[in-house]
């Protein structure tokens, strides 16, 4: 369990939470943190190094955007995506990057891109967290195409002990839904994808996989 901070995120009161729990013997998990927050993830890390520290930047050369252009090859997108991203990552030690945002592209662009960017990435001394699939996608019955993702990951640390891993979303129906609430086909969505993956690779199970946006529907509280 952990935190998702934004720009604005108060830096003390976060370092006092992961000093205090890693103090009594509970380590804070996971932090994750978009552009803005750069310093406290930086800080966390120093003050509770058992902490995974996730980074997403918002930005790149392309200015604000989440996605990777699908309508380039996706072994060169792959490679020009991470240079694009790689100015903004230089502000964090993090042990992971989210790669990408929601992003609707075709499952089989997608595997080639994301085993190029796992490439570049690892060469750079660069951990990836891959998909960051919405909620409720993509169709459980094509998740087996990505099979090919997840060998790579498997075969090709990208640093001592530490794999490539997955980035999911879990959200509520509605924004009073919790996605404990949600149901298997959607809270619970990661469920289904590896009934099927496993039968294929059995050995995916060891990738890790953070769920690194989680809540209500929407995410955000419900005002009357």
Same mark, same amino acid.
Request: hydrophobic letters at 40%.
């Given at each position: ?41 930086? @800080? ?18 392309? =200015? ?8 380039? @090859?996706?072994?060169?997108? /792959? ?16 042990? *992971? ?40 996608? +993509? ?17 090709? +640390?990208?640093? +001592? ?32 994808? *590896? ?18 946006? /989680? =809540? ?9």
């Amino acid at each position: 369990m952990g935190l998702h901070l934004i720009v604005g995120a108060q830096k003390s009161p976060v370092v006092d939470l992961a000093t205090r729990l890693r103090a009594a013997g509970h380590p804070l998990g996971t932090l994750k943190g978009t552009n803005g927050t750069e310093d406290i993830l930086n @800080a966390v890390k120093a003050a509770s190094p058992e902490t995974t520290i996730v980074f997403r930047s918002l930005v790149s050369g392309d =200015g604000r955007a989440d996605c990777p252009n699908v309508w380039h @090859a996706p072994d060169i997108e /792959a490679r020009r995506w991470l240079d694009e991203l790689a100015p903004y990552w230089t502000g964090v030690q993090a042990d *992971y990057y989210e790669l990408m945002n929601e992003c609707s592209v075709p499952l089989d662009w997608l595997a080639t891109f994301s085993i190029e960017a796992m490439r570049v990435a690892g060469s750079r001394g660069q951990c990836l967290l891959l998909f960051s699939f919405n909620t409720g996608q +993509p169709d459980v019955e094509q998740f087996a195409q990505l099979a090919p993702v997840y060998e790579y990951a498997l075969q090709n +640390p990208c640093a +001592p002990g530490r794999m490539h891993g997955i980035a999911l979303h879990a959200y509520g129906v509605t924004p009073t839904t919790l996605v404990s609430e949600s149901g298997i086909y959607l809270g619970l969505r990661h469920r289904l994808f *590896y009934a099927h993956l496993l039968a294929l690779v059995p050995d995916a199970i060891r990738v890790p996989v953070y769920i690194t946006e /989680a =809540g209500p529907g929407g995410g955000r509280p419900a005002f009357a």
